[in-house]
């Protein structure tokens, strides 16, 4: 499961909804936490009359500041309104979620506060649960097997594993895919094909196709601002990314397959073991 602190600035109203919608909601998806800049010490009565109302009781809840945390970081750090109050938490994805303060408001203006909170946290589970969902490498496989005599020549073979792949993987976290080649006599790389918008091309050998490349193994990256510099930005919404080298009888490597996802550690070795069966379904590598 992946661990989701949501921050505001009291720890009495939006981050409390937010932490109860998202037990309600996100069980054996993300485990939730809730915490406040400058801690009230209650939970604000409106709060929990509104959640009643949603058949969620956090009349037991109390209001903490984040040094009460039984965690020292998580997944993901949800800020809600708290801008610049807001202490620093060691996260591997930080989002801002401006949501107006419903302190001392009517109790119409808490239950539209509510409900957008739980439309986002219902989008937010859903955006992780992606990360969940099986990917059918095998079929995808067999697939290709069985369309082979249709792409007789290599660039028709990896516009036949591109497409197949965007097809089988777009609703499974998957937001975009392609070949980048080697560039003859250059050190850089060209964007063979790709699904389903096009990308930066040519592109450095510092990035991480590059280094699939050199080092003829698949590169699986959970987060790819993590690489500073190493990281070749084609669309910055994207976060992890997995490369797969295509070996030749000879041993040697001139292209790879790239994909990208806007989730976080989208990508495993089980990825990287079925990215390797389909290509070899496609006689792209040995």
Not at 113 to 137: F, G, H, P, T
Not at 156 to 168: E, I, P, R, S, Y
């Amino acid at each position: 499961m992946k661990t989701v602190l949501f921050l505001c600035t009291e720890n009495s109203c939006r981050s409390q909804m937010a932490g109860a919608f998202a037990r309600a909601f996100g069980a054996g998806v993300i485990e939730s936490y809730s915490a406040g800049s400058s801690p009230s010490g209650i939970v604000n009565p409106q709060a929990i009359a509104v959640m009643k109302e949603k058949g969620i009781d956090i009349s037991a809840a109390r209001s903490q500041g984040f040094k009460d945390l039984p965690v020292s970081q998580v997944d993901y750090l949800v800020t809600m309104g708290c801008q610049d109050a807001c202490p620093f938490f060691p996260t591997a994805k930080q989002l801002d979620w401006k949501l107006p303060d419903p302190k001392g408001q009517p109790v119409e203006f808490f239950r539209c506060v509510r409900d957008d909170i739980e439309k986002k946290v219902k989008e937010l589970i859903e955006m992780i649960s992606a990360k969940n969902v099986k990917r059918d490498y095998p079929a995808m496989a067999q697939s290709v097997q069985e369309k082979l005599p249709s792409a007789p020549g290599n660039e028709d073979k990896m516009k036949l594993v591109t497409n197949l792949l965007w097809d089988g993987l777009k609703d499974r976290g998957l937001d975009w895919v392609g070949f980048y080649r080697l560039m003859p006599g250059q050190e850089a790389m060209e964007l063979v094909c790709r699904q389903p918008r096009a990308a930066c091309s040519p592109i450095g050998l510092q990035g991480v196709c590059g280094k699939g490349m050199r080092d003829k193994e698949p590169q699986i990256i959970k987060d790819v601002y993590a690489l500073g510099d190493q990281h070749i930005v084609c669309d910055p919404a994207n976060l992890s990314e997995i490369v797969v080298p295509l070996i030749e009888p000879s041993g040697g490597c001139r292209v790879v397959l790239d994909m990208d996802s806007r989730e976080l550690g989208a990508f495993d070795q089980q990825d990287a073991e079925g990215l390797a069966l389909v290509l070899r379904s496609a006689g792209l590598t040995i």
